[in-house]
């Protein structure tokens, strides 16, 4: 524009960007950000199924979703509105949606600025005055807080590394193997980081040891064998996969070994072309059964690495595998079903057959776990609820155990104790009577961690093992909040009189000083 003396101004325009709300709740490092992904979550890409609940690739972004069926997400923060749901990456982790914003750690924040950001500044970010209140102390009538008072159960302690969710555990004598969303596996011993191992790639959801292998099930689909070395106990190499590469070449090049997996899509039978969700060892036969979200499990032998047989069991994607008794193999899928597969000898080979369908729900089957001395299949959905069958009934439905109010994602069985670990971030330890009847009944609520619990696994207390009367069993817990809890649990209620004394003579020690 001119001026009125016939010159040439110039003007310069300057806006000022308004923040949006979102952006200033995201400036809080406590606040995870939708936008902080790797960058290979760069190009996502929308796969959508009528039938099946969604699941989330946590290598690929890709993205499943369901119309019918209870979803249940691996790397989605939010949860579906419609049914409980379960997520095995979220950056924030929260029950629900409906209930809780999530939380958060702001110890373990570096460089936190939390009192300049809007979001703690906010008067609904103060410390409740709940926290200052002395009814919340420590209670003497609490067992655990008293080493007098038996049983002797309660968190032993907690196992964390800044790595990543834990998904996977696994123990081998005095070692715990843990594997994570990082591709990484580490070694604990004795409570202490010990050494790791990592993968080229894929989240490792499972583990199985056995003897000097460890075999680790992964969400690019790949199934590592590791070895432990001999000269270095610290050190383990990778001696190959399932199957073996000279398996692999050799069934590829017979078209009679493909199968169709989607259209205009056909692979080789023997491997996964999905996550490996799951597997389950036969010592006694040298097997190892996988399981896998496409649609089946799949038989090695640990030997020499075959695949001796790919079973399509399921409708949908199979979340869980579990070498039973009576030769039956036990399978849990997201289509709601659970089933019975009985191997059998054919030819110079063995089949597995079709035997019963245990359970046909709308809710997805999400754990299942067998207890191999009562003969008792144990199986967690997400309902939260865990159903049970019986061999005595001739696997007749047994009963339910309700004890929480979200997804059930692990279960572990033993002696007379079924663990059942849930998307509410809680333990519930269930207590079965032995004689007729077998009925459960919840001994305790393990509580503590801060996310869901991922994954369970359970041995004997070697430490009381000269204590026949009563039995205690040491439970490893791995959650999506990147720890691992270390619990004591005993098989005995705790004695109530013994309590009660306790206290008494806690109270009396407190009278006599204030004198």
Request: glycine share 8%; hydrophobic share 30%; charged share 20%.
């Amino acid at each position: 524009m001119r001026n009125e003396r016939g010159g040439t101004m110039v003007a310069e325009c300057i806006t000022f960007h308004r923040p949006k709300f979102g952006a200033l709740l995201q400036s809080d490092p406590n606040i995870p950000s939708p936008n902080t992904h790797n960058n290979s979550d760069k190009e996502h890409s929308v796969r959508s199924s009528a039938v099946s609940p969604g699941y989330y690739d946590n290598n690929s972004s890709n993205v499943r979703s369901s119309a019918t069926s209870p979803g249940y997400y691996d790397n989605n923060p939010f949860s579906s509105g419609a049914s409980p749901g379960y997520y095995d990456n979220a950056r924030a982790m929260s029950a629900s949606p409906a209930t809780t914003l999530g939380f958060y750690d702001n110890n373990n924040v570096q460089g936190s600025s939390v009192g300049s950001t809007p979001y703690a500044m906010s008067p609904w970010n103060h410390e409740s005055p709940y926290n200052k209140s002395p009814w919340i102390a420590p209670s003497p009538l609490n067992p655990l807080l008293d080493e007098r008072c038996l049983p002797e159960s309660g968190l032993v302690g907690s196992l964390v590394r800044e790595e990543g969710h834990i998904y996977s555990l696994a123990v081998s004598g005095d070692l715990l193997y843990t594997g994570s969303d990082s591709k990484n596996i580490r070694v604990w011993k004795n409570l202490k980081d010990f050494t790791g191992f990592k993968s080229n790639s894929g989240l490792v959801k499972t583990i199985v040891i056995c003897g000097e292998k460890i075999f680790t099930g992964h969400q690019d689909g790949k199934i590592r064998v590791w070895k432990v070395s001999q000269k270095k106990p610290s050190l383990h190499k990778r001696i190959g996969s399932l199957p073996a590469l000279k398996d692999f070449i050799r069934s590829s090049m017979n078209p009679k070994n493909y199968v169709e997996v989607r259209r205009h899509r056909n692979v080789v039978r023997i491997r996964h072309f999905d996550a490996v969700s799951c597997m389950s060892l036969n010592e006694e036969l040298g097997l190892l059964y996988s399981g896998s979200w496409d649609k089946t499990f799949k038989v090695w032998r640990i030997a020499d690495s075959k695949c001796l047989e790919s079973v399509t069991a399921h409708d949908d994607a199979v979340n869980s595998v579990v070498v039973g008794f009576d030769s039956l193999v036990f399978t849990g899928s997201a289509d709601g079903t659970v089933k019975v597969w009985r191997r059998e000898l054919q030819g110079k080979g063995s089949t597995h057959f079709l035997v019963q369908t245990l359970l046909k729900q709308e809710n997805a089957v999400t754990a299942l776990a067998v207890n191999q001395s009562a003969a008792i299949v144990y199986c967690g959905s997400s309902d939260g609820n865990v159903n049970y069958w019986e061999r005595e009934k001739h696997l007749s439905h047994g009963g339910v155990l309700r004890g929480h109010r979200l997804a059930v994602l692990c279960i572990a069985a033993a002696g007379n104790l079924v663990f059942s670990g849930s998307a509410d971030k809680n333990i519930c330890v269930w207590r079965r009577e032995v004689g007729p009847g077998g009925s459960h009944s919840c001994l305790s609520v393990l509580t503590g961690h801060l996310g869901p619990v991922k994954c369970l696994t359970v041995e004997e207390d070697r430490s009381r093992a000269e204590d026949k009367t009563d039995q205690k069993w040491i439970v490893y817990s791995g959650s999506l909040d990147r720890s691992v809890k270390v619990w004591r649990v005993s098989e005995q209620p705790p004695d109530l009189k013994r309590m009660v004394l306790s206290e008494k003579q806690a109270s009396s020690r407190s009278n006599y000083s204030n004198y």
